[in-house]
């Protein structure tokens, strides 16, 4: 499943939540996010979504991409920072395959919300 991990590094940077937690995981980007107003964003995507209010939708969808760049690393950490990434998700795989499959689930969603809104 390295597919997997390649691609959840090469996207844009957003926030995904990995069971109790979220993360900013992107390019470049891999951070646990503890700060509870970018995790309210994720709430308010989420009842968005439920509701198919697509003005808020693109609203909260461009934000938290925003927010989840301002995790970045720079581009001399990389590497370091894609290992750390791989090994998390390994981790995953291996120790939490609901988790493991949550995360893939909201990859996909992820990418469909980007092609519908964010181009």
């Known amino acids: 499943m390295s597919n997997f991990k390649e691609s959840l590094y090469k996207t844009k940077s957003f ?24 995790v309210d964003n994720m709430e308010l995507l989420q009842n968005a979504l439920k509701k198919n209010n697509e003005r808020q939708i693109m ?45 893939q689930r909201q990859l996909l969603l992820f990418d469909e919300l980007v092609e519908k809104y964010n181009r």
């Open 59 to 103: 609203k909260y969808l461009d934000k938290i991409i925003r927010i989840a760049n301002t995790y970045r690393v720079d581009a001399r950490e990389h590497y370091k920072l894609q290992d750390k990434l791989f090994h998390f998700i390994d981790d995953l795989e291996h120790n939490n395959r609901q988790a493991y499959e949550d995360l």
């Open 15 to 38: 926030f995904y939540q990995v069971g109790e937690d979220y993360y900013a995981i992107g390019a470049n980007t891999f951070a646990k996010i503890t700060d509870s107003p970018e």
